[in-house]
């Protein structure tokens, strides 16, 4: 029988797929055997890690990675091999600042962080399009403006002074026990959108009850970070064939954010368009800035991209560290007595300044950074082409290299007892040792892709202390935890802190 010139086309169609397929892998021997044995004087931290990437993915899904890591450089030293093409690297001079201050760009981990189909500051790649997108953005951020603006302050007060202060009046009166976690995050979402789209366009997680329940939608976005950035052809894969990886509530939590975060967008366009003043919003800013080059459709979505990052980055990193700046005031009497003996000298209405001059304050803040990273990284980059060097090993263009916050923050020759909350090692240190320990905490990165809201971070946590320790005691309760997770973010586990509140004694 005479073959059939549709049976031809599926023979062809195999034999092409088959070529394809022993050339995929062919390429794969290829790179790992070349990158193997570029980087073969350099320890491994498990025997597997120069041939596959199972290990570090395993390490990843069981957010076991920032301990793993930690026991191999403790064994290996300073650099080490965690998958194929992949090292960890953990000493700062030749090593933390090559790669951060350096410039080595953020390659393709990045490229699933996009909010409407746009990208924006955090996971772009170029560095001349990120410094392009950074210089319209900085402004707002910079130190002396948060330190500065008037807008500022009545942000603050009125979010915390106009709605948490009397909330957490009412839970001392009624004695009660709350997930205090949940009602930072609410505070902190109010005070960064009012950051961003100006009073009065802001949300009302505090005191809406249904509003509050939208953060369960970046908790569960938050959960799949692992799998979204991780494995991202295999999350398309398992949508497409319906095979449940991740459920319905965590997959629709993107779109859900999506849809909150335009609607406030609309909300500050509308009022923009009404009060036809000039607005300091950070919204109103880059719309302004972006114009320009992006008129069209694209524009919108580009602006709402830059906001839904910022209000994700603005309540979650600030929430967790107050919560435990909270758990560790109610268990560390002589610490707090220490605190509230510097905050009795402010008086009713302090400024940004008279609060940032405050030594013991700032040591629990940085305290609280370097013990519980809200933040904890890794944050991969991109060895440039020409190669580089780090830690005295030649290491070829396109190798990726990251640092583990957590790892960077244990080092007990920088920080002695370092699971141990001590705000006075901030205090007691010498200027040497104090230039040392500032070189290792890393809680907001360093280099050009340093957080872009460290100035605001710090200026809403340390007016939130202020307000909540001049007023009230927390109370540890038999439910609390100080339970932390250990993934790319450091959230307390089930995203729930339990304390009572009482009136200051
Ligand atoms: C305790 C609070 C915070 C912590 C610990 C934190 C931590 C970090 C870290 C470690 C990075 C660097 C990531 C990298 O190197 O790839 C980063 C970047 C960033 N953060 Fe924060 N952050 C905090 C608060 C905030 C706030 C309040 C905002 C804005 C409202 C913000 C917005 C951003 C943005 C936009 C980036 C990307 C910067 C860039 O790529 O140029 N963060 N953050």
Not at 170 to 195: C, G, P
Request: proline share 6%; aromatic share 10%.
């Amino acid at each position: 029988m005479m073959p059939t010139s549709n049976s031809i086309t599926y023979q062809l169609v195999a034999w092409l797929a088959a070529v394809a397929v022993v050339c995929y892998l062919l390429n794969n021997i290829w790179n790992i055997t070349t990158q193997a044995s570029s980087l073969s004087a350099i320890p491994n931290a498990h025997f597997s890690a120069p041939y596959s990437r199972l290990w570090l993915l395993y390490l990843k899904a069981t957010e076991t990675e920032h301990h793993a890591r930690e026991r191999a450089h403790r064994r290996l030293g300073p650099i080490i091999q965690i998958a194929p093409k992949e090292l960890s690297v953990n000493c700062i001079e030749n090593g933390v600042k090559t790669i951060y201050s350096g410039g080595f760009e953020k390659g393709e981990w990045y490229k699933g962080f996009v909010n409407y189909g746009k990208s924006f500051l955090f996971g772009i790649g170029p560095n001349k399009l990120h410094a392009e997108r950074k210089r319209m953005l900085f402004p707002m951020f910079s130190n002396s403006y948060v330190q500065t603006s008037s807008e500022v302050t009545k942000i603050l007060d009125t979010i915390l002074l106009e709605r948490l202060i009397p909330q957490m009046k009412m839970w001392a009166l009624n004695q009660s026990v709350v997930d205090i976690h949940r009602e930072n995050k609410a505070a902190m979402m109010d005070i960064t959108t009012a950051y961003l789209f100006g009073l009065g366009n802001q949300t009302n997680f505090l005191l809406d009850p249904k509003e509050k329940n939208k953060l369960t939608l970046f908790e569960q976005a938050v959960s799949a970070l692992f799998w979204m950035t991780e494995l991202p052809t295999l999350v398309k894969l398992c949508y497409l064939l319906r095979i449940p990886l991740l459920s319905t509530e965590v997959l629709t939590s993107f779109q859900s954010i999506e849809t909150m975060v335009a609607e406030v967008c609309d909300r500050t366009k509308q009022s923009l368009l009404e009060t036809k003043k000039p607005h300091t919003s950070l919204y109103a800013q880059l719309q302004e800035k972006l114009e320009p080059t992006l008129a069209g459709p694209d524009l919108d979505p580009s602006v709402a991209a830059e906001m839904m990052d910022n209000i994700q980055a603005g309540h979650e990193g600030p929430a967790i560290t107050v919560t435990y700046v909270m758990c560790e005031l109610s268990r560390n009497f002589e610490v707090l007595s220490r605190l509230r003996l510097e905050l009795s000298s402010l008086d009713a209405h302090p400024t940004a300044q008279d609060i940032e001059s405050l030594p013991f304050l700032d040591a629990v803040l940085l305290e609280t950074l370097r013990r519980y990273p809200a933040a904890l990284g890794p944050f991969p980059r991109n060895v440039p082409l020409k190669g580089s060097n780090l830690g005295g090993f030649d290491i070829p263009g396109g190798t990726i290299v990251s640092a583990s916050i957590y790892c960077l923050h244990n080092n007990s020759a920088v920080f002695p007892n370092p699971e141990r909350w001590l705000p006075d090692r901030w205090i007691a240190a010498s200027a040497e040792q104090r230039k040392s320990m500032n070189k290792w905490l890393w809680a907001f990165g360093t280099g050009s892709r340093m957080c872009i809201g460290s100035h605001l971070a710090i200026r809403m946590m340390k007016t939130f202390i202020v307000a909540v320790y001049s007023e009230f005691d927390t109370v540890i309760v038999p439910e609390t935890s100080f339970k932390q997770t250990y993934g790319l973010i450091g959230a307390p586990v089930d995203n729930k802190v339990m304390l009572g509140i009482r009136k200051q004694m």
